[in-house]
Structure formats: C-alpha cells, structure tokens
C-alpha cells in the first residue's frame, strides 16, 4: 500500500515539474525598460547626425537588401558613387548615380540591423 502512495505521490511531483519545465521555456520574458520605436528611431538619427558630422564611412547591415544581393552597404561607396542622400526620424536615403540622374533608395530604420562608423 505505501509503495503505491510513493509511486502515485512521484508521478504528481514529476508531472508537477514538467509543467513547470513546459511554462517556463514558453513564457514570453518582459524587458526591464521597454524603448518605444519612435524613442529608438529618435536615437538612430542622433547616431547618424553624429557619424555624418565626423565625416567617416558608415556601414549599414539591412534585414531585407535594397539590393538583391547587397544585405552590407559602406557609404560613401565610391565604387558605386552611394551616399546618404537624407534621413528622417525613421528613415534614411541613399543617392546613386543613375543613366543622366541619380536614383533614390530609401528604406525605414526597422530595416537596419546594425550600423558601424568609425569615431
């Protein structure tokens, strides 16, 4: 009788703790601070202004290329005579040579992963 009490009393505890396991690698962790994407896209333009006012070369990483192919730009690329053409609060531009003209690209901040400038 007692060996059926601990076995019935490890099946609960062991049921108990993989629900435990199961909730705890599906629960959904709350940042400490949340940052608003008008607050991150506020701080994007306070980087570029910085690294356009230095006058080094930005390096933009997309999420999704503007460029088949072309997920990093350098700019200013001389190669392909890229620059920054403008930047909102949530966006940015960039200006390339195209037939007698030149061709804009343009492209929000929720499709940049990362950007590196040298300071």
């Not at 108990?16 to 709350?30: D, E, H, I, N, R």
């Not at 896209?41 to 933009?60: E, G, K, P, Q, Y």
């Not at 460029?67 to 620059?83: F, S």
């Amino acid at each position: 009788m007692k060996l059926k009490l601990y076995a019935g009393m490890i099946i609960v505890v062991v049921l108990g703790l993989l629900v435990a396991v199961v909730s705890a690698q599906t629960a959904t962790p709350s940042p400490a601070r949340s940052m608003g994407m008008s607050d991150a896209s506020n701080h994007l333009a306070d980087v570029l202004n910085t690294a356009r006012a230095s006058d080094v070369a930005i390096t933009f990483d997309f999420i999704i290329p503007l460029v088949t192919g072309e997920r990093v730009w350098t700019v200013p690329d001389e190669a392909a005579k890229r620059t920054i053409s403008a930047f909102g609060l949530d966006y940015v531009c960039f200006s390339e040579p195209w037939n007698d003209g030149s061709r804009e690209r343009c492209t929000p901040f929720s499709n940049i992963s990362s950007i590196t400038f040298l300071k």
